[in-house]
């Protein structure tokens, strides 16, 4: 079955500072997601992305996120001035078949 | 807006025996509802979904889930675990409007116990 893949598994990042998070989704997907999980809690919706631009994003998506197609393969999820609270494990995802695919996900720890 | 309420937050079941985790939902249309699966460390893999049609439906791994329009319910059975099942699970609705996006529940960890 094909994959989501996002890079890199884990990233450790110094308060305030930016960090990009990068996936690709599968190849025929026009769809595509973040959604972050913090430890212990449920998942999270945060942005939704079709046609080179955002179609949807939560309240979490405030000015410090965004998110980019920068070429026809990748999806990144910027933060540009990270917080402690934006530790968590973030998941990439794009729909296709008549369901999600999720990557294995990228776990931000901010300290 | 659609929720998702897992009122489980933890199971614990003894291997072989059987398995039943509750999900409801409020959706103002007609829902589309998954079941995920995630094993700890690892992303979330889907088990089975719900569209229309068929109110039972089966998945991966031997699981199914039944919709019940009346209960705004859509609970996921297992006839019999195993220790390999031992995961966190999380009942999701769908808003397919064009955007395709998941509200999840806050999930249920399992536990299979020898």
């Known amino acids: 079955e094909p994959e989501v893949t996002q890079t890199p598994s884990h990233q450790v990042t110094q308060m305030g500072q930016e960090v990009i998070l990068r996936c690709v989704p599968i190849?025929?997907?026009?769809?595509f997601y973040w959604y972050r999980q913090i430890l212990g809690q449920k998942v999270e919706f945060l942005v939704s992305?079709?046609?080179?631009?955002?179609?949807?994003k939560s309240e979490i998506f405030d000015d410090q996120f965004s998110v980019e197609r920068p070429d026809g393969s990748n999806f990144t999820l910027k933060i540009r001035s990270t917080k402690l609270e934006d530790s968590a494990m973030y998941f990439c995802?794009?729909?296709?078949?008549?369901?999600?695919?999720f990557g294995s996900g990228t776990q931000l720890s901010v300290l | 807006a659609q929720s998702v309420t897992q009122p489980d937050i933890h199971i614990t079941v003894s291997e072989g025996a059987s398995l039943e985790l509750r999900c409801n939902y409020s959706?103002?249309?007609?829902?589309?509802l998954f079941w995920y699966v995630q094993s700890p460390g690892q992303g979330l893999q889907l088990l089975l979904k719900?569209?229309?049609?068929?109110?039972l439906v089966q998945g991966i791994k031997g699981f199914e889930a039944e919709f019940k329009r009346s209960q705004s319910s859509f609970n996921l059975r297992k006839p019999s675990v195993h220790w390999s099942d031992a995961a966190e699970y999380f009942c999701?609705?769908?808003?397919?409007?064009?955007?395709?996006?998941?509200?999840f529940g806050t999930g249920t960890r399992l536990t299979i116990i020898p």
């Open positions: 995802a794009s729909w296709g078949n008549e369901k999600l695919f």
């Open positions: 190849s025929n997907h026009l769809y």
């Open positions: 992305f079709y046609n080179n631009e955002i179609s949807e």
């Open positions: 959706y103002g249309a007609t829902p589309y």
């Open positions: 719900y569209f229309s049609g068929d109110t």
């Open positions: 999701a609705v769908g808003e397919l409007s064009g955007n395709e996006k998941l509200t």
